[in-house]
C-alpha cells in the first residue's frame, strides 16, 4: 500500500536534508562549491549548468513516475486487463531526441572548457612554475625559476598563473585544491602532468591527496597560501638566507646527526624528506597538525606541541610514514622542538 | 552429497544465491565497519591499515563475490525456464563455474586470517599494489583470489551465451525472447569480452609481485598507467554487467505487476545492445585525471554522455509500460518501481561525471562515492531484490511473507538514500574518497553522520530479508505454478519449483509473452512442440569441485613459494595443478552419456498435449 500520505513522508527528509545542506556548502577554503579562483570559477560554471540540466530530468522522471504510480493502482478486486500497448515510435523518438539535444547543451562547453583548461603555461614567463612531487604522505614544492624547494605549504604570488608540474616519487597521488582548482594525478616514473591554476585573493587554501596512496592517504593534506608579490619575494629570498643551528652544542649536535641527515634547513642537509627551513610559520606540522595557540580539536596545539607531538611518534600522526621512531633523549626533543618551533621567515608584513 | 555433484542449473542457481548471500553478508559488515569508523572525526575504531583493507575487501567482496554472484544465481535459476530448456548448455562447466567462483571467494577472505587482506582499493592500482609497496600477502590473494573466481565467471558467460543462442523453444525467435533473457544475453558477451582483459592485467601483477616482472614498475621501465587502462577497459563493462541484467529483471517485474506488455520492446533491445556496445567505448573516463591530455579527455567525454540515451530511453519506456496499466505493489514491484527514479539519480550523475573538466573536481571525492553507489546498490541491488522478491516461488515453491517484504523495502531504500544521497555533498566540500579518517572542523561531521545512521538502516533492511527467509522457509512449499497471477513468460507455466526437468515437453512459442499469449486465447497451458518422450539427463559430477580445491591449493602453494624452505610452496602448488589437471583427463577420457527419465516417470505431467 501505498498512499499520498508515504509519498509526502518518503520525500520529507529528503527536502530537510537538502535544505540543510544547501544552506551550508562547505568551507570558503575547501569546498568546490565556492570557487576561489579562475579555474575551479570555470569548472563550478559548468558543475551549474550541468547540474540544472540533470534537476531538470530528474523532475521529470520523478514527475511522471508519481503520477503513474499514483493513477494506475490496481483497485482491489479489479480484474480487468489493459490494452497491450506495443510502443509508440512518436513517443519514443521524442525521448531519444530530447535527451541527444540536452548532451549537446553540455557536451559543448564540456569539450570547450577541456581545451581552455589544458592551456600550457610552462614556456610563459610571467607565470610562476613549481614542479610538484608527492610522496608517501608529503608534498614537495620546487621552484626551478627561484632556485628554491620547500614542503606541505605552496606559497605563491596572488593573482599570477602558477604552471604546475606534477610527478611522484613512489605511488600514484593526485594533487587536489578543490576551491581553486580540480586535481591532476601525480604519476611515477617519466609521466609528468601539467596544470595551471592562480588565487586572486590573498589567503590560506586546503589541499588534498585525492587518490588512494597507503594507510595515511586521507592524512596526506596541504596548504595553498596565496600572499602579495612583495612578501612572496621575500619569502623566496628568505628561504635562501643561510639559517642559524641551535645555540646549545648538544642540542645542535643530536639535530645535525639525527636530523639532517635526511631534512634540510636553509643551506644544511638532506633533500629525502620534507624541507624544515621556516617550519613555524607554516600553518601546520606534517599537514595535518593544526599550529594555534587557542586548540579546540584534538588535531590542534601550539606549533611546539605539534612539533613535539610528531617527532616524538610520527607514526602516531601518520600512520606508515617513512620517519619511523627517532631516539631522542627528552633533552634532545624539547630542544629540537623549541629550536624549530622558533624557525619563523617573516616575511608577510 | 547431491549439492557437491549436482549439475542442475537450479541447483547451482541456489548454490550461487546461497554464496553469494554469504559474501553480500560480509561485504556488507564491512561496509558497516568503514561507516562507524567515520561517523565522527579523527575516529580511530579501526586502524589505518584494517581501514584501507576494510574498504578494498568490501568493494572486491561486493563487485566480484556478493553482485556477480547473485545475478548468476538469478540467471542460472531463470533462464533455463524462460527459454523453455531444460538445462544450460553445459551442465558440468556450470558446476565447474560455480566451484571455481566459490573457491576463488573463499580464497581471498582467507587473507583476513593470514596476515592481512589487500588493502591497495578494488582498483589495485600500480605502483601502490606492487610488492615494493604492498610486501605482505594481501594483494597475492587478491591476485589469485580473482584469477580463481573469474575463471568461473568467465565460463558462465559463455555458457549462457550458447544457451540462449541455441536451446530457445521451437518458435522463440530473437526477438519473441523476454527481456531479462535479452539483458542476460548481452551480459554474457560483455562478459566474454571484458574478462579476458582483467585475467591478463591479473596474471601480469601476479608476475611483477611473485616472480619479479616490471610491468608496472616505472624504475625498471614498466609503467603504472598501463595498469589503469588494462583494468578500466575490463572495469567499465563490468558496470555495464552488473546493471544490464537489472534492467531485466525491472522490465520483467513492472510488466507483470503492471499487468502490460513492455512498451517499446524493440527500442528496449536496441537500448540494451547500444549500451553494452557503448560500455566498452568509454573506460578512460575512470582516468581524466590520469593526465591523457585534452583530445582523448574530449572524446571519452563525449562518448560516455552519449550512453545516457539509450538509457533514458529505457528510464521512459519502463515508465510507459506502467502508464494505463494496472499495478500492483507488492514487494518484488516496490523494488523495482523504487528502482526507476534512484537509478534515474545515480545516471545523472553519471552524466555529470561525464564532463571532464567538471570531473576534476569530482574524481575520486566522495561525489563518485555516491554516484556509483547509487548505480550499484540504488540500481543493481533493488535489482536484485525484485528479482528474489519475484521468483522467489518460482525457485523454492514458496510466497516470501509480503509484511516482512514491505518492511525490507521501506527500510533498505529510505536507509539508502539517507546513506548515498548526502555523499554527493560531501564530495563536493572537498572530502576525498577512502580516506581513513577526517579532520574537525571541516564541516564534514555532521553528513558523515547521517551517511552512517543510513547504513544501519540498509543493514536492518537486510536482517529483514533475512528473517523473511527464516519465516518462510518454514511453511509448506505450495506455491502456484503463476503465483502473481499475471506471469507472462515460460517460467511460469510449470510447477512452482520447478520439477528436475523443467519442461515435460518442450513448449511451442507463438509470440513475445508467450504464456500471456496462451491465456488470452483461452488456453490454460503452453501447446507443446513434442510428444511426450524419455528425457536424456546429464549424470552429476564431483568433479568440478575437485578440480576448483586443485586451483585452490596451486594458488596457496605459489603464493607461498618466496617465504617457505625446500621449495614447498612449489611442489604445493604443482600437486594443486595435477589435481586439476587430472580431474580434466578423467572427464575427457571417461564416457558419460547421462541417462533418461522415462515419460512413465514424469509425475508432473507439464503442459498437457
Known amino acids: 500500500m501505498m498512499n499520498r500520505w508515504q509519498i509526502v513522508k518518503r520525500l520529507a527528509p529528503l527536502m530537510a536534508i537538502m535544505a540543510l545542506v544547501l544552506t551550508a556548502c562547505g ?70 531526441i530530447i535527451p541527444i539535444v540536452l548532451l549537446i547543451i553540455l557536451g559543448v562547453p564540456t569539450v570547450q572548457s577541456v581545451f581552455n583548461l589544458s592551456k600550457d603555461y610552462t614556456d610563459d614567463s ?219 621567515l617573516d616575511y608577510e608584513q | 552429497m547431491d549439492w557437491l555433484t549436482t549439475v542442475d542449473h537450479k541447483k547451482i542457481g541456489i548454490l550461487y544465491m546461497i554464496a553469494g548471500g554469504f559474501f553480500f553478508l560480509v561485504g556488507g559488515l564491512e561496509a558497516i565497519l568503514i561507516r562507524i569508523q567515520l561517523w565522527k572525526p579523527l575516529n580511530d575504531f579501526v586502524d589505518a591499515n584494517t581501514y584501507n583493507q576494510l574498504l578494498t575487501m568490501h568493494g572486491t567482496t561486493m563487485i566480484f563475490l556478493a553482485a556477480m554472484p547473485l545475478l548468476f544465481a538469478l540467471m542460472n535459476c531463470i533462464i533455463p525456464l524462460q527459454i523453455g530448456a531444460r538445462d544450460v548448455a553445459f551442465p558440468f562447466v556450470n558446476a565447474l563455474g560455480f566451484w571455481t567462483f566459490f573457491l576463488g571467494g573463499v580464497l581471498l577472505n582467507i587473507s583476513w586470517f593470514a596476515g592481512g587482506a589487500p588493502a591497495a582499493g578494488w582498483t589495485a592500482y600500480a605502483t601502490l599494489s606492487g610488492d615494493t609497496f604492498s610486501s605482505g600477502h594481501g594483494l597475492d590473494f587478491y591476485v589469485i583470489g580473482l584469477q580463481i573466481a573469474g575463471i568461473g565467471t568467465l565460463v558462465g558467460g559463455i555458457n549462457f551465451l550458447v544457451t540462449i543462442i541455441n536451446m530457445r523453444a521451437p518458435g522463440m525467435s530473437f526477438m519473441r525472447m523476454p527481456m531479462f533473457t535479452w539483458t542476460i544475453f548481452i551480459t554474457s558477451a560483455l562478459i566474454l569480452f571484458a574478462f579476458p582483459a582483467l585475467t591478463v592485467g591479473l596474471v601480469a601483477l601476479m608476475f ?86 585534452p583530445v582523448a579527455n574530449s572524446l571519452f567525454s563525449i562518448a560516455t554522455m552519449l550512453i545516457a540515451v539509450p538509457t533514458g530511453i529505457k528510464i521512459f519506456n519502463w515508465l510507459f509500460t506502467m502508464w494505463g496499466g494496472s499495478i500492483r505493489f507488492t514487494t518484488a514491484n516496490l523494488f523495482a518501481v523504487g528502482f526507476v527514479p ?53 525457485i523454492f515453491g514458496r510466497m516470501l511473507n509480503e509484511g516482512l517484504g514491505k518492511l525490507t523495502f521501506w527500510t533498505f531504500f529510505i536507509g539508502f538514500h539517507l546513506t548515498f544521497f548526502v555523499q554527493h555533498f560531501l564530495g563536493l566540500m572537498g572530502m576525498p574518497r577512502r580516506i581513513w579518517t577526517y579532520l574537525d572542523g571541516l564541516g564534514f561531521n555532521e553528513l558523515n553522520l547521517i551517511s552512517t545512521i543510513g547504513a544501519f538502516l540498509m543493514g536492518f533492511g537486510t536482517i529483514f530479508f533475512l528473517l523473511n527467509i527464516v519465516v518462510t522457509a518454514f511453511k509448506p512449499a505450495n506455491a502456484a505454478a ?61 568433479l568440478p569441485l575437485f578440480m576448483s580445491i586443485g586451483l585452490f591449493i596451486a594458488g596457496l602453494g605459489f603464493m607461498y613459494q618466496k617465504d617457505w624452505d625446500n621449495h614447498l610452496g612449489v611442489y604445493m602448488g604443482i600437486f594443486g595443478l595435477i589435481i586439476t589437471f587430472f580431474c580434466m583427463m578423467l572427464r575427457s577420457l571417461r564416457d558419460d552419456h547421462g541417462y533418461h527419465i522415462e515419460p512413465d516417470d514424469i509425475h508432473d505431467q507439464g503442459v498437457k498435449a
Open chain 2, 208 to 293: 611483477d609481485r611473485l616472480f619479479g616482472a616490471n610491468f608496472f614498475e616505472p624504475s625498471a621501465g614498466g609503467n603504472a598507467v598501463l595498469w589503469e587502462h588494462i583494468f578500466w577497459i575490463f572495469g567499465h563493462p563490468e558496470v555495464y554487467i552488473l546493471i544490464l541484467p537489472a534492467f531485466g529483471v525491472i522490465s520483467e517485474v513492472i510488466s507483470t505487476f503492471s499487468r502490460k506488455r513492455l512498451f517499446g520492446y524493440s527500442s528496449m533491445v536496441f537500448a540494451t545492445i547500444l549500451i553494452g556496445f557503448l560500455g566498452f567505448m568509454v573506460w578512460a573516463h575512470h582516468m581524466f585525471t590520469t593526465g591523457l591530455g
Open chain 1, 126 to 344: 610571467n607565470a610562476v612554475k613549481v614542479i610538484v612531487t608527492s610522496h608517501q604522505y608529503w608534498w614537495e614544492f620546487e621552484y626551478p625559476d627561484y632556485g628554491v624547494k620547500t614542503a606541505q605549504e605552496l606559497v605563491i604570488p596572488k593573482g599570477k598563473t602558477i604552471s604546475i608540474e606534477a610527478k611522484s616519487a613512489d605511488v600514484i597521488h593526485s594533487f587536489w585544491i578543490p576551491s581553486l582548482a580540480g586535481k591532476i594525478d601525480t604519476n611515477p616514473g617519466g609521466n609528468i602532468n601539467k596544470m595551471h591554476f592562480s588565487a586572486p585573493k590573498e589567503g590560506v587554501y586546503l589541499g588534498k591527496c585525492a587518490e588512494l596512496c597507503g594507510p595515511s592517504h586521507g592524512l596526506m593534506d596541504f596548504k595553498v597560501k596565496a600572499v602579495d608579490s612583495a612578501s612572496f619575494d621575500r619569502w623566496v629570498s628568505a628561504l635562501k638566507a643561510p639559517v642559524a643551528m641551535p645555540a646549545d652544542p648538544a642540542i645542535k649536535e643530536a639535530f645535525v646527526n639525527k636530523c639532517l641527515t635526511c631534512h634540510a634547513v636553509g643551506d644544511q642537509g638532506g633533500p629525502a624528506y620534507p624541507n624544515l627551513t621556516g617550519i613555524a610559520s607554516r600553518d601546520s606540522v606534517g599537514g595535518i597538525l593544526i599550529n594555534t595557540d587557542d586548540p579546540k580539536y584534538s588535531n590542534e596545539g601550539s606549533v611546539y606541541d605539534n612539533l613535539k607531538r610528531w617527532i616524538s611518534n610520527p607514526n602516531a600522526v601518520k600512520p606508515g610514514n617513512g620517519m619511523g621512531k627517532i631516539e631522542l633523549t627528552d633533552q634532545e626533543l624539547d630542544g629540537i622542538a623549541k629550536y624549530l618551533s622558533e624557525l619563523k
Open chain 1, 27 to 96: 568551507r570558503d577554503d575547501l569546498s568546490t562549491l565556492r570557487p576561489q579562483g579562475p579555474v575551479a570559477e570555470e569548472q563550478y560554471n559548468l558543475m551549474k549548468l550541468a547540474i540544472a540540466i540533470m534537476i531538470i530530468v530528474v523532475i521529470v522522471v520523478f514527475a511522471i513516475s508519481f503520477y503513474v504510480i499514483i493513477r494506475y493502482r490496481r483497485r482491489p478486486g479489479d480484474k480487468t486487463i489493459p490494452k497491450q500497448v506495443e510502443g509508440n515510435h512518436k513517443l519514443e523518438i521524442i525521448w531519444t
Open chain 2, 482 to 542: 503463476d503465483p502473481w497471477e499475471d506471469g507472462r513468460t515460460l517460467e511460469w507455466t510449470i510447477s512452482s519449483p520447478a520439477p528436475e526437468y523443467n519442461f515435460a515437453q518442450t513448449p511451442l512459442v507463438r509470440s513475445y509473452d508467450a504464456f500471456w499469449k496462451e491465456k488470452m486465447d483461452g488456453n490454460h497451458a503452453m501447446t507443446p512442440a513434442e510428444p511426450l518422450g524419455p528425457i536424456h539427463m546429464p549424470s552429476p559430477s564431483i
Open chain 2, 342 to 394: 534512484t537509478f534515474v539519480m545515480g545516471g545523472v550523475t553519471g552524466v555529470m561525471l561525464a564532463a571532464a573538466p567538471a570531473d576534476f573536481q569530482y574524481h575520486d571525492s566522495y561525489f563518485v562515492v555516491a554516484h556509483f553507489h547509487y548505480v550499484i546498490v540504488g540500481g543493481l541491488i533493488l535489482g536484485i531484490f525484485a528479482g528474489l522478491h519475484y521468483w522467489w516461488p518460482k
